[in-house]
DNA sequence: CTTTAATGCGTAGACCATACGCAGAACTAG
DNA sequence: CTAGTTCTGCGTATGGTCTACGCATTAAAG
């Protein structure tokens, strides 16, 4: 009995099976001249180049000089795609933590590995992921930021929740952040115009009476600058830490 | 010169207006028989009923027993008719906080009330918001929120902040949620039975010498079975309040 | 009554994903 | 060398999507 590694079981989606490389190709037939990863990669091109929103079947097709239909002998469907573009989208995680890092700073450069990513692919964010992380890349990723938390006194069920909970910050804000950049380029504003304008908007929409913890903040002028998104993303970041280190320091103790 | 409300300034969009209820009716032309938030309710309860993926034009036409197209003379685009249904989707918010609570339990009361709104309707999670909240009910879940750090020394901004940082978890809980359901279901197998199946599939793909850290947490059968998902979101939440709850310390002292 | 403007909606166009079946290529068995 | 097998690429066709445009109808104003 293998401890680990064991052929059997319950068939693994195609899709999960071709990231992990494990399709061999049979011996007959004409030689493929479209491969899966080709795909993907013409996929991304795309989504790099023009958003997801062009990532159309036939848009990829073209990319690589093939007939639409061609690709579906090699995905299976458009959402199989999607789910092997975020594995190559995310890349290689950027490697463990300094062993002589502590688990705070190897976290927070996890953190900010992962937002540089998003923010270099913001597609990333509006592909639906349809369940826990199962290709190599993502747990590449997952494998480093438990090592930041080698050290702790932590069970290591807490550390997966503390990853979990680190990376749905670093994706929500990278979301908002996106949101706010392609709303500016919509409205045709500049970027940085963007929080005094809505600020401007709530002034003029809402009832002093009605929201007035509301019209306080606008009063304070909270809107009117837009303090860099990067500060924005160190508070919460820290917050966070701050409430992972009361744990820790808890489960030392 | 009025301080707030002003009528003049650059024109907000015409589906705000609509969900402001700004909209006067010109006297001429027939009655009209379909409303906006006619229309937004239909919308809403096809989605209730069969997911967003079911709401398109032509189908809540049909349930409203009006043609496609007659739609468009009141929403203007699809994306438009989506935002009007974040709006009446997360409903109003479930009020301010008892005066005599400290921070800590209104803001817990108010992330649970949101969570709740989500599980109600998924549907939420998947529609891409286009900016920052201007919609009267989300207006009101923003005050209500900021009315339970009413007591604490946090400037304005913090507060906002920290807002953000606790609604971001609460989606993204619900969004990480929501896909391990959808997940089984298209599986096959029971939601109870889908972390024991991921680990299952894990151990099979991974290799110990690459991904110690991660068969650690395999070996400590983390995955073995499924704590409720209340215990998984308090978890994440109380980590975050506890990070909140330093920084007012620190604000204090 | 005429003018004006807004409503409902039918038609049509431009996309999209994808089920199905066929032609040909490359290998194996005889 | 030939026949059989199997996989590749892809053309066609179907049913779905959003929505631009124009037309008939309705209701009020002058």
Redesign the pocket.
């Known amino acids: 009995m293998a401890e680990t590694k064991d052929d059997s079981g319950p068939a693994l989606p195609p899709a999960i099976e071709s990231a992990w490389g494990l399709r061999e190709?049979?011996?007959?037939?004409?030689?493929?001249?479209?491969t899966v990863s080709g795909i993907v990669d013409a996929a991304v091109r795309v989504a790099d180049a023009d958003g997801l929103a062009?990532?159309?079947?036939?848009?990829v097709?073209k990319e690589l000089g093939?007939?639409?239909?061609?690709l579906?002998?090699?995905v299976g469907?458009?959402?199989d795609l999607l789910t092997l573009m975020v594995d190559v989208g995310y890349g290689p995680s950027p490697g463990p933590a300094a062993p002589d890092d502590d688990w705070r700073t190897g976290l927070t450069r996890w953190a900010w590995a992962e937002r540089d990513v998003l923010r270099q692919r913001p597609w990333l964010l509006h592909i639906p992921i349809s369940g826990p992380p199962i290709t190599p890349q993502q747990l590449g990723w997952m494998e480093d930021g438990l090592g930041c938390l080698d050290g702790t006194p932590l069970p290591e069920g807490e550390k997966m929740s503390i990853l979990l909970l680190v990376t749905g910050y670093v994706r929500n804000d990278a979301m908002l952040a996106n949101q706010i950049a392609e709303g500016s380029r919509a409205a045709g504003v500049e970027p940085g115009d963007m929080m005094p304008a809505y600020g401007a908007m709530l002034a003029r929409l809402i009832d002093p009476a009605r929201f007035p913890a509301l019209t306080r903040v606008l009063d304070a002028g909270v809107l009117d600058q837009d303090d860099g998104p990067d500060d924005e993303f160190t508070f919460g970041l820290d917050r966070i830490l701050d409430g992972i280190e009361a744990l820790i320091a808890h489960r030392t103790a």
Chains 1, 2 share one sequence.
Do not use: E, I, Q
């Open positions: 190709r049979a011996p007959k037939g004409p030689r493929p001249g479209l062009a990532v159309s079947m036939s848009r097709a093939a007939a639409t239909m061609a579906y002998r090699h469907s458009k959402d």
